[in-house]
């Protein structure tokens, strides 16, 4: 089955025990716990500078631990070997699930929804419909496979204390679901400072765990860092950071095959002559991070979200609305494309939405 070295693939994971890892014996299985490294899987997912300052060693020892414990997980058929074929890779595409939006032309932007083993970023001014985007996901995400959802917990990083439970529990109401249910499937996490932030993102394995969680959002990615380190001196120090909590969060998305979605601010720049002179913050660590990129934009009462990055999407755009239900179709769509309860696991693209 090719859903067990990804999804399923956990049972084998907890069976790993850190010392049947190459070279890991009692005294450096005890410096490793100590650190905050509990499982094989902890240590696959570790950077070789955070681990060498965790168990005071050189960072050539710490990437020899994390090469190692990458090394069981592949032999385990937990992580791919390092090369694999064509064939295999589109098996292992296949393992991956998708959650919806709460709007179909979304969806359909999205080719299906938000993919797991992949990060997908959310980035536009005020008030165009990140946080509503990431509250209607914490709904989608707890329901069946079948109907869109993920069928599993969802872990949420509030960086602007802008989650709202009441929020949730209307966009729950407003589509029919018990919103009690849901709301205990949500773990809500507020980061106060940047160092918090990489904290929590260092350790999120095991919440991942002990949530059940298929998807992790960041509300939003780089606000913190930004107001903290703003001086010129500082920038690399801030994108060195910004750096490792992105790849760390890459590497959950694959070995857990869950979905991790960021959202982020734009700012303006001046140097753009023509089309729109916003970008994303963050700059290329940001981007080049992100595996799908999305830029959302008012349009009077109405937002346009268009794809800006992606390894395989056409380059498209499509509009959407934000109403009691969360993030929604407009009233046009759903007439032009029939019901919207009849439309559920439609993933057809070929019709332009704008
Ligand atoms: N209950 C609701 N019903 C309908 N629309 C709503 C509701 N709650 C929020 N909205 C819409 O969502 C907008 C806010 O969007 P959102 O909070 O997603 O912005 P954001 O992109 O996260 O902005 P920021 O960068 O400030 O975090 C509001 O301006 C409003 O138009
Ligand atoms: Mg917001």
Do not use: W
């Not at 999804?7 to 299985?29: C, F, H, K, R, Y």
């Not at 002990?210 to 509300?219: E, P, R």
């Not at 009691?324 to 993933?347: F, P």
């Amino acid at each position: 089955m090719e859903n067990e070295s990804q999804s399923g693939g956990n049972v084998a994971i907890i069976d790993l025990d850190i010392q049947d890892i190459e070279g890991v014996g009692p005294t450096t299985a005890k410096k490793l716990r100590d650190a905050g490294i509990i499982s094989v899987m902890d240590l696959a997912v570790s950077s070789a500078e955070e681990l060498s300052e965790g168990i005071n060693a050189t960072k050539e020892t710490a990437a020899s631990f994390i090469i190692s414990a990458q090394k069981l997980l592949r032999e385990t058929n937990v992580l791919d070997k390092e090369f694999i074929t064509a064939d295999t890779a589109l098996q292992k595409r296949r393992s991956m699930l998708r959650c919806s939006t709460g709007s179909y032309a979304l969806d359909d932007l999205l080719l299906g929804g938000i993919e797991t083993q992949a990060m997908t970023e959310f980035y536009g001014e005020f008030g165009s419909g990140k946080s509503q985007i990431c509250h209607t996901l914490c709904v989608i995400a707890k329901q069946p496979i079948e109907t869109g959802g993920l069928d599993s917990g969802v872990i949420y990083i509030d960086t602007e204390g802008t989650f709202r439970p009441e929020r949730v529990e209307q966009i729950a109401r407003a589509r029919g679901f018990d919103p009690t249910e849901i709301l205990k499937n949500v773990a809500i996490c507020k980061v106060y400072n940047s160092s918090h932030l990489e904290l929590i993102v260092k350790d999120l394995g095991k919440y991942i765990d002990d949530f059940k969680a298929k998807l992790v959002i960041i509300d939003s990615i780089i606000s913190l860092h930004r107001a903290e380190f703003s001086g010129r001196g500082t920038l690399a120090d801030r994108q060195q950071r910004l750096n490792n909590m992105l790849h760390k969060l890459i590497r959950l998305a694959e070995i857990y095959n869950i979905a991790i979605v960021i959202t982020n601010q734009v700012q303006s720049s001046p140097d753009t002559f023509f089309g729109d002179p916003t970008k994303a913050t963050g700059g290329n660590v940001v981007g080049h991070a992100s595996t799908y990129r999305i830029y959302l934009r008012k349009s009077g009462e109405n937002r346009i979200a268009k794809i800006m990055d992606s390894p395989y999407h056409p380059y498209s755009d499509t509009r959407f609305t934000v109403t009691e239900r969360g993030a929604d179709d407009l009233e046009e769509q759903t007439t032009k494309k029939g019901s919207k309860k009849s439309r559920k696991n439609e993933t057809d693209s070929d019709e332009e939405e704008v």
